[in-house]
């Protein structure tokens, strides 16, 4: 199976369980003033790639579940917090663009602009994102929680579904200071990766399936979660670093170069400022995180993480981490069909076009 | 009982409920890094007026309910909500006030500011802001389901607990929309206060503790949500409107004419507009709004509210939804000491000193 096999075997479930649920909410929005709310919530959930959703079944299906539309509604309610997560941090990096299309502060921002309302335009949008992302996250738990699974199923992984939330606040926050305190240590950058992406995009959600199935906590499952999952996290993560800097933005809905622009202190740049040379480093510290750095100052940058070996370095640690959680998945005690398709996800998530 | 009897009775349990959750999360926040999100949190949680828990506690005991930490524990969970709302609030706003004390951004920009950090220290603070009132939005909900209360409790009030924190960002978005429109209508600035306020302040937490009690919808605590919480509600924000323009900061907290400045489109300046002069209304649309507001455009402007009749007109509006709201409360089949402590709590949210 290949990793987008893996993934598209549920997508179509994982919409039909995203339609469901927002026309469950829709009544509400019947007040054409209220309308813009939902359709923006509705555009903005046709992108991502459904693959925390596909981490959560592909869990369940490891540990014995079998195809339920239960677990399908429970899965997709992952892409909800994703897009919280996403439209606040446009807000935060003050980003224009996502998934290719204007973020949603800009959306509201130029809703504004051609109603010709009053005050600040860019405040108006930036309010309204917040709290559109403040919505998907309450709504990410209601359909969590909706799912219609059996309470002992929900009530074994309610501990990790909601440590998950708070982590992946607090991880958010660490990145924040990261980028302000501007050290670039491989550690700092380390612990990032795991607790704002590497936990909450690729282990909790396994983990949340494999606990919906099995119901409680086995030794086996916090092995496979540890070996294999947090290890695919990191490298799902040091891959966005790498198509963050390098990505073409057909692929990766971003402008080039954005994660330069706003001085993302990823680990591909603390190796690069490991081994730089006197004149490189000034280079990173006099570019990195200016918004206004242009093709010819990210091409510098780019330059520069090749020359260090920071580019081949990340590569070759994507490379280790998901040999080591290959060989984990190998020895874990899960279905055969799981294995295969977790095996083929782990590729596509750390690969260069996932 | 007088409101503050009715209020201090359960400030203690809300109180010892909210360090007993807040002590759950702590180790977490062991690491220094994540300290300050914490600290924070608790700071601005000593302030507040349990308004919400007390409506809460006192719909459970209306309906039967006894004394019991639990329901303490799933009331005191509608301060973190709060807490969320207006930390998020006043990014929203810009406001640099709350509670008497730097709001919650511009303590991190303060923070960012005193470290000599790199980059932006106002979007260090806006972004951490957004992520703490998160993180506290999150807390909300783990902490009322955490509770302890018996399973057919919590199902009973679930839908109620899900459709009030979706009105409460449905009623923040109209908000946004009504100043930036600046229309100020009269029915406008209404529904935006039973949205925004009235329901979440007030009519939810009250149905919230009714059910939670009697575990199941009844018509009599539907009447008396509508007849008695939506008025008091609604007559609580008009209170707070006023105050908002005429409030002594060392009461409410806030700058005075903060409001004024925000430009907020309350009942209180759709009815000045509604009956102002040609001249009066310049007054208006030229000062309401201004971020440079000083004291003399506040003055002015509270005169026009004043010679307009308007501020006579909203004193007026609130003693008509206090009465109708006791009335209802006379009617309703509930317990004697809860109706007691009802009709102070109602007087309490509405009258100038709370």
Redesign the interface.
């Known amino acids: 199976m290949t990793g987008s096999a893996a993934l598209d075997l549920i997508r179509p479930e994982v919409d039909r369980s995203l339609r469901m649920f927002v026309d469950r ?1 829709r009544p ?1 929005f019947a007040n054409p ?2 309308a813009p ?1 939902l359709t923006t919530a509705e555009d903005f959930l046709t992108g991502g790639k459904r693959l925390r959703p596909a981490f959560c079944y592909w869990g369940w299906r490891a540990a014995g579940g079998s195809d339920d539309p239960a677990l399908f509604y429970a899965a997709a309610s992952l892409e909800l917090l994703q897009a919280s997560a996403l439209i ?1 941090d446009d ?2 990096d ?1 980003s224009d663009v996502r998934r290719g299309m204007p973020s949603v502060h800009r959306r509201f921002e130029q809703m ?1 602009k051609e ?1 010709g ?3 600040s335009a860019a ?2 949008g ?3 994102a ?6 998907l ?3 990410a ?2 359909m969590w929680r909706g799912s219609g699974l059996p ?1 002992e199923a929900l009530a074994a992984a309610r501990p990790v579904h ?1 440590h998950m ?3 992946l ?2 991880g ?3 990145d ?2 990261e ?4 050290q670039s240590t491989l550690d700092g950058a380390l612990r990032v990766a795991l607790y704002k992406s590497g936990k909450y995009s690729v282990e909790q959600p396994l983990r949340l399936g494999l606990l919906l199935a099995a119901r409680a906590e086995r030794e086996w499952i916090d092995t496979l979660c540890l070996q294999y999952g947090q290890q695919v996290g990191i490298a799902f993560q040091l891959r966005d670093d790498i198509l963050g800097v390098f990505g073409d933005p057909a692929e990766t809905g971003k402008p080039a170069g954005d994660d330069l622009r706003e ?1 993302k202190r990823t680990i591909l740049i603390a190796r690069a400022l490991a081994k730089a040379s006197p004149a490189q480093e000034q280079t990173v510290r006099g570019l990195l ?1 200016d918004p206004g750095l242009d093709a010819d100052g990210v091409e510098r940058l780019r330059t520069v993480i090749e020359e260090t070996g920071a580019l081949a370095a990340c590569e070759e640690m994507i490379k280790r981490y998901l040999d080591d959680a290959l060989l984990a998945l190998d020895q874990a005690p899960i279905e055969e069909a799981a294995r295969t398709a977790l095996a083929s996800l782990a590729v596509a998530a750390t690969s260069r076009r996932t």
Chains 1, 2 share one sequence.
Do not use: D, K, S
């Open positions: 909410q509400l003033e209220l709310l606040h807000v935060m003050a504004h109603a309302w009053h005050g405040q108006f930036e309010g309204t917040v709290l559109l992302g403040n919505l996250l309450i709504w738990g209601e309470p909601e939330l708070t982590e606040m607090c958010q926050y660490l924040l200071r980028q302000a305190e501007a001085g995180g």
